[in-house]
């Protein structure tokens, strides 16, 4: 069965650094989204994307963050300057049609010290 | 806000039936998913509501009220695998690519 994937699975980093997290949405789908869950907390989104741009991005998603789809299968979100409180689980998901059941990857877990 | 609500935790014994409440904000809705999250791991979809009713899928069942904003996930024949936290979500618009709006999650025990 198709699935989502995300490297890398941990990914431990200083403040102030760049980091990008790497995702492979399933093969057929078109929507794409990033979600975040910090410790305890709620699953947020952050981003979607359709059709090679962004179609909506919550308050979270300020302009340390851009997402990209550097080729027809990797999708990408980059943090600019990590800040401690960037430190979170970081889920792709992607979902063939808008409406539709949303597939979520393993997650990125992001520490940033 | 768009908020949604369910309880916090919920305990229930081995082999009994449990039912998850959530109630979100009815303006702009365009469908209902309940998602299973086990610790340290992704959401996996368990069903999807839209219209007024029942869904069942083997042991799991949905409903949905959309005049109510209120839906429920009922399990039965609970084991102990089902432990987890059952997160209730929204799409709100039906304007191509919406996000889903998540509550904060509702973190079931099973025991013995």
């Known amino acids: 069965e198709p699935e989502v994937t995300q490297t890398p699975s941990h990914q431990v980093t200083q403040m102030g650094q760049e980091v990008i997290l790497r995702c492979v949405p399933i093969s057929n789908h078109l929507y794409f989204y990033w979600y975040r869950q910090i410790l305890g907390q709620k699953v947020e989104f952050l981003v979607s994307?359709?059709?090679?741009?962004?179609?909506?991005k919550s308050e979270i998603f300020d302009d340390q963050f851009s997402v990209e789809r550097p080729d027809g299968s990797n999708f990408t979100l980059k943090i600019r300057s990590t800040k401690l409180e960037d430190s979170a689980m970081y889920f792709c998901a992607s979902s063939r049609t808008g409406g539709n059941e949303q597939f979520f990857g393993p997650g990125t877990r992001l520490t940033v010290l | 806000g768009q908020n949604i609500d369910q309880p916090t935790e919920m305990t229930a014994t081995e082999g009994a039936i449990v039912q998850i409440n959530c109630t979100y904000q009815t303006s702009g809705f365009n469908g209902l998913f309940w998602y299973q999250q086990h610790a340290g791991e992704a959401p996996t979809f368990l069903s999807y509501n839209v219209l007024d009713g029942l869904e069942e899928k083997g042991r799991f069942s949905s409903f949905l009220s959309r005049s109510k904003g209120y839906s429920y996930l009922l399990l039965k024949e609970l084991q102990m695998k089902d432990s987890a936290s059952y997160l209730c979500a929204v799409i709100y618009r039906d304007s191509g690519n919406t996000p889903l709006v998540f509550g904060k999650g509702t973190r079931l025990s099973v025991i013995a």
């Open positions: 994307f359709y059709n090679n741009e962004i179609s909506e």
